[in-house]
């Protein structure tokens, strides 16, 4: 099966730094593919990457088996490519029902993007004359999701979904997620909390350092954060006992 997205040896990075050092993956349809590492390991920039927002230094970022190195991010837009970033990325100061209808650029109807919004996510129903700055963080995630899925996306790029949010209002996106999935979407999902995303991934990688260090199924990679950090208490807890 060909990949719907492939990145191969791919450096990427600001100015004359790369951030990137020969970043290998493999997104197949119908994927949740969860990126997960720490603070200023390389996972947004990855997503910026993908989306057409930074030209790679080397290496090959490939779409259904083609190369889009270069090409722009309006473009990869209406190949089907749409990135959630963090900070959800929507118009504060208009109203749910208006950032909505700025969705119908692509082609769908305003009438069609209302009710599958709200077919999703009921809540936005009720805030639909509520400016969009004045909700909540969970309910600004799901406007920006709306808003992304109105352009009928074969790859979603979600960017720290979690952040900032409570734990109930992430479990309903995250069941979201894995429904949208079922859909055949592809979706690329960068997190820095594990817990959240393993339970609905279909594949897992953990980057540090701009590299992939680890891919495996979510169980595995579960598995193995775990280890790193009771390994990391139990490693702290000696040195405070001044055990050897």
Do not use: W
Not at 42 to 55: D, E, N, P, W, Y
Not at 60 to 65: H, K, N, P, S, T
Not at 191 to 218: D, K, N, W, Y
Request: charged share 15%; glycine share 12%.
């Amino acid at each position: 099966m060909t990949p719907l997205l492939e990145l191969r040896n791919l450096r990427a990075g600001y100015g004359t730094i790369d951030v990137l050092h020969g970043v290998d993956l493999v997104l197949q349809p119908g994927q949740v593919y969860a990126l997960l590492g720490p603070n200023g390991a390389g996972k947004t920039t990855t997503l910026a990457v993908c989306s057409g927002q930074i030209l790679p230094s080397a290496g090959q970022v490939l779409l259904y088996g083609r190369e889009i190195n270069g090409v722009s991010s309006d473009a990869l837009a209406r190949a089907g490519v749409c990135l959630i970033p963090e900070g959800r990325g929507v118009f504060p100061n208009l109203t749910v029902a208006e950032n909505l209808r700025m969705s119908t650029h692509a082609g769908a109807s305003y009438a069609d993007v209302q009710e599958h919004a709200f077919t999703q996510f009921p809540r936005l129903e009720e805030r639909r004359r509520q400016l969009a700055g004045t909700l909540s963080g969970g309910e600004q995630q799901m406007l920006a999701i709306s808003r992304a899925l109105a352009t009928g996306p074969a790859l979603l790029l979600l960017d720290e979904l979690s952040m900032g949010l409570a734990p109930i209002i992430v479990e309903e996106l995250y069941e979201r997620v894995a429904a949208l999935a079922q859909q055949g979407i592809s979706i690329l999902i960068v997190e820095q909390f594990a817990q959240a995303v393993l339970g609905v991934a279909t594949v897992a990688s953990v980057m540090l350092h701009g590299r992939i260090a680890h891919t495996g199924s979510p169980q595995e990679i579960a598995e193995g954060l775990t280890a790193a950090y009771l390994g990391g208490a139990v490693d702290k807890a000696h040195t405070r006992q001044g055990a050897p």
